[in-house]
T-cell receptor, first 116, second 115 residues
């Protein structure tokens, strides 16, 4: 069975500092993709970053980087130089790549508060 | 980039009526779209997988007759909440993606309130 665990229901970070949002997963699929999404109060879901299970390097997208540790089954999101606009809900997600169905499961989410 | 348009963004309906929510992929074709439901302060719950030209695949516990899904074309999937009740009030969101290595693109969501 697949499972995504985000153990931090809420996080606070000072503006301009870096913050790490934790995500661990469990899957029996040999190949999978890991995603992070941001959900502001408006409700929309914004794709942030993607990491394939066979990718050799950790993914980076601007201020976002994914600390992928396959052996530990963790895919933590690192946000550098936090901005007030980063305050939102963040979801970690996983999708198997070998089924073609592209099904994705989501973690419970972490609410990030950026303080001025 | 890939864009998914979802309408309406908000809808209030009377108990017992039906509501249709549309999800369109604007600049790509999506043979598969997904419908999620989100309760306040909770994660997304996958309701069903919408397959173009065939029946939708529903997750366990989701009533097929209440949540009708139609995926008539490669760019449009609809979710109809039939005979809505106040407990159906929620935030519904659809998603699709261009290929296996791209992120999912989500619609802007629909906040349904049944009174």
């Amino acid at each position: 069975a697949q499972k995504i665990t985000q153990t931090q229901p809420g996080m606070f970070v000072q503006e301009k500092e870096a913050v790490t949002l934790d995500c661990t997963y469990d899957t029996s699929d040999p190949s999978y993709g890991l995603f992070w999404y941001k959900q502001p109060s408006s409700g929309e879901m914004i794709f942030l970053i993607y990491q394939g299970s066979y990718d050799q390097q950790n993914a980076t997208e601007g201020r976002y980087s994914l600390n992928f540790q396959k052996a530990r089954k963790s895919a933590n999101l690192v946000i550098s130089a936090s901005q007030l606009g980063d305050s939102a809900m963040y979801f970690c997600a996983m999708s198997p790549l070998n089924t073609g169905g592209f099904k994705t499961i989501f973690g419970a989410g972490t609410r990030l508060f950026v303080k001025a | 980039g890939a864009v998914v348009s979802q309408h309406p963004s908000r809808v209030i309906c009377k108990s017992g009526t039906s509501v249709k929510i549309e999800c369109r992929s604007l600049d790509f074709q999506a043979t598969t779209m997904f419908w999620y439901r989100q309760f306040p302060k909770k994660s997304l719950m996958l309701m069903a997988t919408s397959n173009e030209g065939s029946k939708a695949t529903y997750e366990q516990g989701v009533e097929k007759d209440k949540f009708l899904i139609n995926h008539a074309s490669l760019t449009l999937s609809t979710l109809t909440v039939t005979s809505a009740h106040p407990e159906d009030s929620s935030f519904y969101i659809c998603s699709a993606r261009m290929d296996s290595s791209s992120g999912y693109t989500f619609g802007s969501g629909t906040r349904l309130t049944v009174v």
